[in-house]
């Protein structure tokens, strides 16, 4: 009979003491919804030159607490310029060039995003793949694949209500390479983009 008792006064006094409490969350308020898809263009050092870099991104835009606002999407870059591969073996021939690709999940804050100029913060996480430019060249492997992690910062301008243009400045550090004439560190490196934006911001 006290069980039961004790068990009828819990059911009684636990609704009205999780009422008076309320549970806090990352996000919470009036949540809005957009997106975009960004043009991306830059450089980057890799093998101690200075390389050009193309690509794009595509996020959907999650913005709460008056303008905090949560990116998450994929992005892709490419080196538009080769690089000469290091340590060469062979002095009869001239070094061989190098391309690179990567990309992957996408991250970013952005902090007031309602202002004129705001700042953000951003994350790539996946992998890529760095190959010689001639595939006919004398060697066991021509290309590989890498795991990279690319944490950066932006500044953003709002150009229009659909329009925003970014500047930002990255290190990338790429792991897991196993290439004759590259490395980890040879392909990690500083990366300044400028990115063109286009899409539905609130």
């Not at 043009?39 to 030159?49: D, K, M």
């Not at 870059?77 to 290091?86: L, P």
């Not at 009869?92 to 902090?111: D, I, Q, S, T």
Request: charged share 15%; no cysteine; proline share 2%.
């Amino acid at each position: 009979m006290i069980r039961l008792t004790l068990f009828f006064i819990i059911l009684t006094v636990a609704p009205a003491i999780s009422s008076a409490q309320q549970t806090e969350t990352l996000i919470s308020g009036d949540v809005q919804h957009g997106g975009f898809g960004a043009l991306l263009y830059g450089a980057t050092s890799v093998h101690g030159e200075t390389v050009y870099l193309r690509g794009s991104r595509a996020a959907w835009a999650i913005t709460f607490r008056e303008g905090h606002t949560l990116n998450i999407g994929l992005g892709s870059y490419r080196t538009e310029s080769g690089f000469d591969a290091s340590d060469w073996q062979n002095p009869e021939l001239e070094a061989p060039e190098l391309r690179m690709n990567y990309g992957g999940f996408e991250l970013e804050y952005l902090n007031r995003s309602y202002k004129l100029i705001h700042f953000g913060l951003q994350t790539t996480i996946g992998g890529g793949d760095v190959r010689y430019r001639d595939r006919n060249i004398d060697l066991d492997r021509t290309s590989d694949s890498f795991f990279v992690l690319q944490p950066g910062m932006n500044i953003h301008l709002n150009v229009t209500s659909w329009f925003r243009v970014s500047g930002g400045l990255y290190y990338r550090y790429a792991n897991g390479v196993n290439l004759q004439g590259t490395g980890n560190s040879e392909l990690s490196g500083l990366s300044a983009i400028l990115g063109l934006r286009f899409g539905w911001f609130q």
